[in-house]
């Protein structure tokens, strides 16, 4: 088994460093990315983008458009180095696929939206 904590370090780039993958079936809407970028001016940037060793994105295509939208020349990286191009499919496929099986505790969610609301 590979060791399944990696060192991460967030590093700073340009935006117009980075490319999209060209591959990436997940789509955004013009509503998806105004809410994305919505949510960046109101609680800052805290997800980072994924990337490869070249400034490929692997994961946060939707973070990138948004950033480009609000001005921004620069975003918080995190490198996968060293991963390669079956395990970068993978990844960007699995990636967006699971957050789809989340459920929510509608008890749960009711109070918090409640205690926003009051």
């Known amino acids: 088994m590979t060791n399944l904590i990696r060192d991460l370090q967030v590093q700073n780039v340009p935006t117009t ?5 060209a591959g990436n079936a ?5 509503k998806q990315i105004d809410q994305i970028a919505a949510s960046i001016k109101a609680f ?3 997800n980072p983008i994924l990337t490869d060793d070249q400034n490929g994105i692997i994961a946060g295509h939707g973070r990138w458009l948004a950033s480009k939208q609000l001005g921004l020349s620069e975003v918080p990286t995190i490198s996968l180095s060293g ?9 960007i496929l699995a990636d967006n696929k699971l957050a789809e099986h989340a459920g929510w505790d509608d008890g749960l969610l009711k109070i918090e939206l409640g205690a926003l609301s009051d």
């Open 44 to 46: 800052g940037w805290t």
């Open 26 to 30: 997940r789509t955004h809407s013009r």
């Open 83 to 91: 991963m390669s191009d079956e395990l970068k499919r993978a990844f």
């Open 17 to 21: 460093s980075l490319n999209p993958y």
